[in-house]
């Protein structure tokens, strides 16, 4: 790829089409200071060329949006196009979106993770569109000799409404290409938007349905091989020696590999190499204690009593606060590890050449991907492409790259293209989990029922820093402490959906409904006095919107009709985490004397919604997976080996239990901050709470079916 000297800081190169015709606009997704690059629009036809998000219209009218973050089913490969073609005024029959490579050269952020890829870009993407149709209007006006201000644009064409004149955006594409690019561009008032915040279908729905090669499961190479990899069976072992003489032998096997702690059977067939894989001879040696469940509830007990704490974040006088309060509320909650159990398992395609390597898959880091892959084989960076795939799901997982690493190496040894596959015991026993956590909380009430003093300690497997220290209700009480401690364990972990908030809002908020009881007062009503303490008075910095927090409680207490219903039993639930706020409201109905959560109602503030039918889709799922989780998911150990293997024995949410989820967005114009997973983190403790108010026992740890509160009312 050519490059071109830079004439001015700003995001958007316009460049002439040297054959074909059209109109080629390459807009930057990383800051103005990147260097524009020429883009060769054979190339680009011959999907040859990797770009950034990148605007074409060609003479047939047809407009391209390349997308730069992995799709996983949060519906970024539609938002973007939509967010394009809004400012553009295109015809959406006419928008083709495809998947872009990995170019760490162009993109400041091609990952998806932290629900971050719309507000990231939104900004970007509008301009793209606004300054494609800046250009298609000069070059209108030069044609027709009218001024642009008598010019519009509608559905791909042009128009001059007073002369009855119109182009398509297609025809115009090559004068527009010719036309000088603005240093600044007017962007749509948001109360004009004609597309953003309709429903439109998933880009890739016809496609999925139709069953259409999308995902990496589906990626086939002629002359490939097959690779299932043996891995330690429990965390804690390592590699002592392998006998593979009986795998060897058996059909279709061309090789059996060691790396590490890992065993690879490679061959010509998934069902081939499985059959070997069964035959291998292995044993191992211990390297570092084998946990065990019970082992991690001594634990537990054992930190939180006398670990060496990490103070996260201290306000007032906490010690003085205790000391003279009218009442002290204590609690503590614990979660367990959990799987994160995406519907494809883990997969990825690696082709170690002698000039490069040639990566594959669904990732949610591809840059991570190729950099491992440069580490292993020794090119550089710019040696190794990746190419995205369409992803059944990661929720996290796929932020690792540990099976695009197996890949690597294994193609690496056997000098072949190989695809590396998971089964699903592969996956749910290979790690990574979500981390188990517990916390201790502790609240002081003066006598008028005023929270004073407020501590937090969280101890966490591999979790990091298990709290959010600057999360409600820091700067709603003058008195806080939250700190936290952590053991390190052999059992591999990394990021779950709404890493640390997924658990750490059910805990808080369910805590916070014990307070507001001990108190005296209603639970909604409760949480607006700190809400509003926060907002006049705030102790130390506070680092959430509060009216925002206000708005999203305020809305699902009307929605739900807050206390007024007859026979049905409510929860509530607030928070903040990935720069949106969620509120929730869970429904229990006591039936044949026996609780059952049938509704939740959800009031969303994620800014501007994009895509009403996606975003309603990431809510109810996000509703969904949170209570599930919390009702029935749970991945034990017994000396360093999980319990679950398989779905038979890891409990999910069933189709007749999921609620109905009723979801209303806060319309405040804010510009988008995020959907994938701000639902989930306060829908655990929704349930909970409305669970308590049907039966009076408390849900303090998940999954709730193991609790024996739980187990003497369902």
Not at 292 to 311: C, M, P, W, Y
Not at 654 to 664: G, K, Q
């Amino acid at each position: 790829m050519q490059s071109v000297e830079q004439s001015s800081r700003r995001n958007f190169l316009k460049i002439a089409a040297a054959t074909g015709g059209g109109l080629f606009l390459g807009f930057n997704c990383s800051n103005a200071a990147a260097l524009p690059s020429i883009v060769n629009p054979e190339a680009l036809a011959a999907g040859a060329v990797n770009f950034n998000s990148f605007l074409t219209i060609g003479n047939d009218n047809i407009i391209t949006i390349f997308s730069p973050n992995p799709e996983i089913g949060q519906g970024i490969k539609t938002a973007f196009p939509m967010i394009v073609a809004e400012e553009l005024d295109a015809d959406w029959t006419l928008v083709k979106t495809v998947q872009a490579n990995l170019d760490t050269n162009k993109y400041e952020r091609q990952v998806t993770g932290g629900s971050g890829a719309v507000p990231h870009s939104w900004e970007r993407l509008r301009k793209a569109g606004a300054t494609a149709r800046y250009l298609l209007v000069e070059a209108a006006s030069k044609r027709w000799n009218v001024p642009t201000s008598e010019i519009t644009t509608e559905k791909g064409k042009v128009l001059h409404k007073s002369s009855g004149k119109s182009l398509t955006y297609g025809e115009l594409a090559d004068e527009a290409s010719k036309i000088a690019i603005p240093k600044e561009v007017k962007l749509k008032d948001e109360k004009s938007f004609t597309l953003i915040g309709q429903s439109v279908r998933n880009v890739d729905n016809k496609n999925i349905i139709t069953g259409k090669p999308l995902f990496g499961l589906d990626f086939y190479r002629e002359g490939m091989l097959f690779a299932l990899i043996q891995r330690p069976k429990a965390f804690g072992l390592k590699l002592k020696s392998v006998d593979s003489d009986a795998a060897k032998k058996m059909p279709g096997i061309v090789d059996v590999v060691t790396f590490g702690n890992s065993v690879a059977v490679v061959g010509k067939s998934t069902w081939q190499v499985k059959k070997a894989r069964e035959v291998l001879k292995i044993d191992y040696e211990k390297e570092f204690d084998l946990e065990s469940s019970a082992d991690h509830n001594r634990i537990f007990k054992q930190l939180l009593e006398n670990g060496e704490a990490t103070v996260r974040r201290k306000n007032g006088n906490v010690e003085e606060a205790f000391k003279n309060a009218a009442k002290v509320i204590t609690a503590e909650y614990q979660c367990p590890f959990l799987p994160h159990s995406p519907l494809e398992p883990m997969n990825f395609f690696a082709h170690v050449r002698e000039d490069g390597v040639e990566l594959v898959g669904p990732t949610q880091t591809p840059d991570r991907a190729r950099n491992e892959a440069a580490k292993i084989t020794g090119f550089p960076p710019e040696k190794v492409t990746v190419e995205i795939t369409r992803q059944g799901g990661g929720f996290g997982r796929r932020l690792s790259a540990d099976y695009a690493i197996e890949a690597t190496h294994v193609s690496k040894m056997v000098k072949a293209p190989v695809k590396v596959v998971w089964t699903r015991e592969d996956d749910m026993t290979g790690g990574t989990y979500r981390p188990a956590v517990r916390y201790r909380f502790e609240a002081a009430l003066d006598k008028s029922g005023q929270m004073i003093g407020y501590k937090l300690r969280g101890v966490g497997m591999n979790s990091g820093n298990p709290t959010r220290e600057d999360n409600f209700p820091s700067g709603a009480v003058d008195n806080l402490l939250i700190d936290s401690v952590e053991h390190k364990s052999p059992i591999t972990t990394g990021p779950w959906r709404a890493p640390i908030t997924n658990f750490l809002a059910y805990a808080e908020q369910s805590f916070l409904d014990e307070v507001a009881e001990a108190a005296g007062k209603d639970p909604i009503q409760f949480r607006l006095e700190l809400f509003e303490k926060a907002k006049k008075s705030p102790a130390g910095e506070v680092k959430y919107d509060v009216d925002r927090m206000i708005a999203v409680t305020k809305l699902a207490a009307e929605k739900s009709n807050w206390g007024k219903k007859k026979g049905v039993h409510q929860g509530f639930s607030v928070y903040f985490s990935h720069r949106s706020y969620v509120a929730q409201v869970g429904e229990v109905v006591v039936e044949k004397g026996k609780p059952v959560l049938k509704n939740v109602i959800a009031a969303v503030d994620c800014g501007i919604v994009i895509n009403k039918s996606g975003s309603l889709q990431q809510v109810r799922g996000g509703v969904v997976d949170g209570v599930g989780h919390a009702m029935y998911g749970n991945m034990t150990f017994k000396d360093g080996a999980p319990d679950q293997t398989n779905f038979n024995g890891f409990r999910l949410i069933r189709m007749s239990e999921i609620p109905e989820v009723d979801v209303h967005f806060v319309d405040n114009g804010i510009s988008p901050t995020g959907l994938g997973e701000p639902a989930l983190p306060p829908a655990g403790a929704a349930a909970a709470n409305a669970f308590y108010k049907a039966t009076k026992k408390r849900l303090r740890n998940q999954p709730f079916i193991e609790e024996e509160a739980f187990k003497s009312i369902s």
